[in-house]
């Protein structure tokens, strides 16, 4: 039985963590296909957008060490990093940032837990749609660890370092509407899903080229030099400006029609 599920339509992706009798608590094997399947899409140049959401009553309580701990060999395992992946990540960090890698937006769509390593997969998206009701925790505190699933980079680009490390260290719990006030969420809806789909669809009616461009400028140069981001801006506009997709998208603005893009430019 699949631990994750993906259908694809109309280029959107709705991707679901598919354990919901156990709130879709992490193991190794959910993590192994969470990363294939972000993998796989980002190969997928028809794509143009993804929802990432969990079934049943909530997004993902964290990691499920009644099941994870019973294999320690495996566990090591997991913790060995592959260098020839663009960030080195290992099982864990990959089931989170692997959506960092997928040249489309990722919209995640929360609603009741989103513990520990489902903050950390949460955050791999570009963007978090949430209920004001979900619960969120850097919960790895609880345990006496720390979160290791990509969490700390991805808390350093969106929140101060003083309220990070106070999420880490007192692992408290909070509401999806203090967690949007923090810069976790990027947006409230008691929908998440529906919410996030709209979304999806909107920016599906834009070019992927300058979609995906923008993701790599912003994920690539966020926190880095001006002269880099300066010399990045150039390089992926200049790629930009004489696409086919660029030029489909001048002559929709011009004429206020649909725009009918081409797949996605490989990279």
Avoid at 170 to 189: C, F, K, N, W
Avoid at 216 to 222: A, G, K, N
């Amino acid at each position: 039985m699949a631990l994750v599920t993906c259908t694809i339509t109309d280029g959107i992706a709705h991707v679901r963590l598919a354990r919901p009798e156990k709130l879709n608590a992490l193991t190794l094997p959910l993590l192994e296909e969470l990363t294939a399947t972000a993998r796989r899409l980002a190969k997928d140049t028809t794509l143009r957008a993804v929802v990432l959401a969990g079934e049943g009553d909530a997004f993902c309580a964290g990691l499920d060490f009644a099941s994870v701990l019973k294999k320690p060999a495996a566990v090591a395992k997991a913790f060995t990093p592959r260098p020839w992946r663009k960030a080195g990540t290992n099982t864990f960090q990959a089931a989170a940032w692997a959506w960092r890698e997928v040249p489309v937006p990722v919209i995640a769509a929360v609603h009741g837990h989103c513990l520990g390593g489902g903050v950390q997969i949460a955050l791999g998206a570009d963007f978090r749609i949430a209920t004001p009701d979900s619960s969120w925790s850097v919960l790895e505190g609880k345990w006496g660890i720390i979160p290791d699933m990509s969490g700390i980079q991805s808390l350093s680009e969106l929140i101060g370092i003083d309220r990070a490390k106070l999420l880490t260290m007192t692992a408290e719990t909070i509401s999806g509407t203090e967690a949007h006030e923090l810069g976790l969420v990027t947006q409230l809806d008691a929908d998440p899903v529906t919410a996030a789909t709209a979304l999806a669809q909107k920016l599906a009616t834009k070019s992927p080229d300058a979609l995906a461009a923008a993701k790599r400028l912003f994920d690539d140069t966020w926190g880095r030099s001006p002269r880099r981001t300066f010399s990045r801006e150039r390089i992926e506009q200049l790629r930009l400006l004489f696409s086919t997709n660029a030029k489909i998208a001048r002559e929709a603005a011009f004429s206020r029609t649909p725009a009918a893009y081409r797949p996605r430019a490989k990279r």
